[in-house]
């Protein structure tokens, strides 16, 4: 299996515009392409799904560990003749600033791909070739295959990065990108937008083609594809158990435009232990699936669409009343939101939400919290046994009133979350209300499978909702 990174010298370098654009080109050319995305992120695969017409699946050497993603590498290149991971920030950047874990350079290393490095070249000439070099010098073990600028003024600009590089590094120049409005994508607070959102069909169409024209002018592709190494299978797989056969059990996945924030792993996953997963929509159904034992929810987006989520009582209410229940809910970060009391979105504009939870959730003009998590659970978590850990990460907007002592605390957290209440011990989180548990931490399941096993052991114990 031939695969290849897609890194950059920094976030903003063009990674995504350019990993999307050879993507689409090797499309066209009849390849199948198997699309990645390093670390905790949910919007780059949303581009990589909506190019490739195949799941993108996050590596992060950090959450999930280096067997779980060579495991999820070798699964997910089935069927495909080469695949294209897109890296996260800088190649070097993870988890902190000594530690490679959760790094594009790690996971370079531990699957044995080339990097193509991606250099932003606006107001840069041969400086670039003083930072190719030391990129290569940083860490010897990561092969750095070949370079592509992207801002390129002119094709004079481009023969002048080119010589700069190729006179000082190993690394070949495999071409350019030249500045163009026309194919920058959409951004806001968390990011770029999510693809289904930032362009209809299309104004899609014609960024699409306009990527892969740039792409088929500018970049060598052939070569790409030379320096693409080939990927010698491991048969890895993760460790799933449960006390008895795998259960029949069928559970409801919130997925609009305010809910669209999942691991493809951790539906896997789900899949794997036996579970039916069906979709549904906060801003359009009325009524939940039928039949269903259990409810996910995923970050995303709520306060973008609060209005509608507040306008949608009949939905609000169902969902209230399977968890008053006792049935199973497991809502990270945006589900957090949603199960509170209420909204407000950043102009301060209040808005009712289900009401499981009794906070109000308030969106804020700066960033409240982002990195990487490990939780520990205690007596009250459903899911997950006394003492056992899972892996995650966490990156939001939004904070909420400090809750009742009266609801259950399930986590502790690592690095600790600071405490809400004054002279608190910090570090709690987790929120239990029944068989209802919600947390702005974005559990991934890979890290440890007893999580997802526990949640649907719990959905098959109900009757069918």
Not at 127 to 135: C, F, P, Q
Not at 261 to 288: C, H, M, T, W
Not at 385 to 396: A, D, F
Request: charged share 25%; proline share 5%.
């Amino acid at each position: 299996m031939k695969g290849i990174i897609i890194a950059g010298t920094h976030s903003g370098a063009g990674k995504t515009t350019i990993a999307v654009g050879l993507m689409a080109l090797l499309q066209k050319r009849g390849m199948t392409v198997q699309p990645f995305k390093v670390g905790p992120d949910y919007i780059d695969p949303s581009y990589h799904r909506l190019v490739c017409g195949r799941p993108s699946y996050n590596l992060d050497t950090w959450m999930m560990g280096i067997d779980a993603v060579k495991s999820t590498f070798t699964r997910a290149m089935q069927g495909a003749d080469i695949g294209i991971i897109e890296g996260v920030m800088g190649l070097f950047d993870g988890k902190d600033g000594r530690d490679e874990q959760g790094s594009t350079a790690h996971i370079a290393k531990i699957l044995k791909l080339p990097v193509i490095l991606i250099v932003d070249a606006r107001s840069m000439a041969r400086s670039a070739g003083a930072l190719v070099y030391g990129y290569e010098r940083f860490d010897p073990g990561v092969k750095i295959a070949g370079v592509i600028f992207n801002r390129v003024g002119s094709v004079r600009h481009y023969k002048m990065l080119k010589d700069a590089v190729e006179a000082k590094c190993k690394a070949r120049a495999l071409g350019y990108i030249p500045r163009d409005e026309e194919i920058i994508l959409p951004e806001r607070h968390l990011g770029l937008e999510m693809a289904d959102e930032a362009v209809d069909g299309d104004q899609w169409t014609v960024i699409r083609k306009r990527l892969v024209k740039l792409s088929e002018r500018f970049i060598n592709i052939d070569e790409i594809l030379k320096l693409s190494s080939q990927y010698r299978i491991q048969k890895l797989t993760l460790s799933l158990t449960t006390d008895h056969s795998p259960p029949t059990t069928r559970i409801a996945v919130a997925r609009d435009n305010a809910f669209c924030f999942y691991y493809q792993e951790n539906l896997d996953i789900f899949k794997q232990l036996g579970a039916e997963l069906v979709s549904f929509s906060p801003l359009k159904d009325k009524r939940l699936p039928g039949n269903i034992n259990g409810i996910y929810l995923g970050g995303g987006y709520p306060e973008l669409y609060a209005k509608r989520l507040e306008t949608n009582k009949p939905m609000r209410k169902a969902i209230k009343d399977f968890a008053e229940r006792g049935m199973p809910v497991y809502a990270e970060c945006g589900g957090l939101m949603y199960l509170g009391k209420g909204l407000k979105n950043f102009k301060g504009e209040k808005y009712e939400m289900v009401g499981v939870f009794p906070w109000i959730s308030r969106m804020l003009e700066k960033r409240k919290s982002l990195g990487y998590r490990e939780v520990k659970a205690v007596d009250e978590c459903p899911f997950l046994k006394k003492g056992q850990k899972i892996r995650g990460h966490e990156y939001h907007y939004s904070e909420i009133d400090e809750p009742s002592k009266k609801i259950k605390r399930c986590f502790t957290c690592n690095p600790p979350i600071p405490p809400l209440e004054k002279g608190g011990k910090g570090g709690f989180e987790g929120y239990l209300y029944k068989n209802t548990l919600t947390s702005y931490v974005h559990l991934h399941f890979a890290s440890n499978p007893k999580f997802a096993e526990g949640f649907v052991r719990a959905c098959s114990l109900c009757p069918p909702y």
